[in-house]
């Protein structure tokens, strides 16, 4: 895929106007890996890309890689200002074929990034569906919270729960359930995919770990020493999974 810019210039930019700029530093890493590996396993510029779930990351695809970027979300039908195209569609309605909204794609590429987890619906709904947006030998990326990361390991080892309980904002709920990478690659296999690739990573900024309003003081102390020592973990106790995975013909 094709870039257009370094990605600093554009994570910079885009964080001075962001509604929440601390939950966009949590992620820049993040956002700059899922850059790297669409830059390496992805096609040529032209090729059509879903990001799902619209945010700050779609803006910053199309940015980076040059290409036609559309996004699937909650929000209603819309051209953005930058000329973004965004469907609208709820993935916990996949469990309702006659409701899959099919007058999209196909798309070469499929972003998935951080959304399983707030879906209540069986993921092997919500990938079949996706499936069948994409082309032949499309291309999906995934990635979503490690469900067996070392800080929610010691959390119940200490009997205290390491998942949040569900939210009453039904736009913003929370995480319905979280995945380790082992159920993510049977999901992938039995839902039509071939797992190309699965990464286990903390790509995080964890100085800005708390980011629920976005103008939270960063971490001065915890942080960069959670930043220093979280990569250097197994790789199954770290936070992140992305994996890479092409529709089967």
Do not use: C
Request: glycine fraction near 8%; proline fraction near 5%; avoid cysteine.
């Amino acid at each position: 895929m094709h870039s257009t810019s370094t990605g600093a210039d554009w994570i910079d930019r885009v964080l001075s106007g962001a509604a929440n700029p601390g939950y966009v530093a949590f992620h820049r890493p993040r956002f700059r890996f899922l850059i790297d590996v669409l830059r390496s396993r992805a096609g040529r510029r032209g090729d059509r890309l879903l990001d799902v779930g619209a945010s700050e990351l779609t803006s910053f695809l199309a940015a980076e890689l040059g290409n036609r970027v559309e996004s699937l979300g909650l929000e209603a039908d819309r051209q953005t200002r930058g000329g973004l195209r965004h469907h609208r569609f709820d993935l916990n309605d996949t469990q309702y074929r006659d409701r899959w909204r099919m007058d999209i794609g196909p798309y070469d590429v499929i972003v998935f990034a951080e959304v399983l987890e707030h879906l209540y619906t069986a993921p092997e709904l919500v990938l079949s569906y996706l499936k069948e947006l994409l082309v032949p030998d499309g291309l999906l990326i995934v990635q979503t919270p490690n469900a067996v990361a070392l800080r929610k390991r010691a959390k119940m080892l200490l009997g205290l729960n390491p998942f949040e309980r569900i939210r009453t904002d039904r736009d913003n709920p929370g995480h319905f359930r979280e995945y380790t990478a082992r159920e993510l690659r049977e999901l992938l296999v039995g839902s039509g995919f071939s797992v190309e690739a699965v990464w286990m990573k903390h790509y995080f900024d964890a100085r800005y770990a708390r980011h629920e309003r976005g103008d939270e003081a960063p971490s001065r102390f915890m942080g960069p020493i959670k930043n220093a020592l979280y990569p250097l973990l197994p790789a199954t106790w770290r936070e992140g999974i992305t994996i890479a995975a092409r529709r089967r013909a």
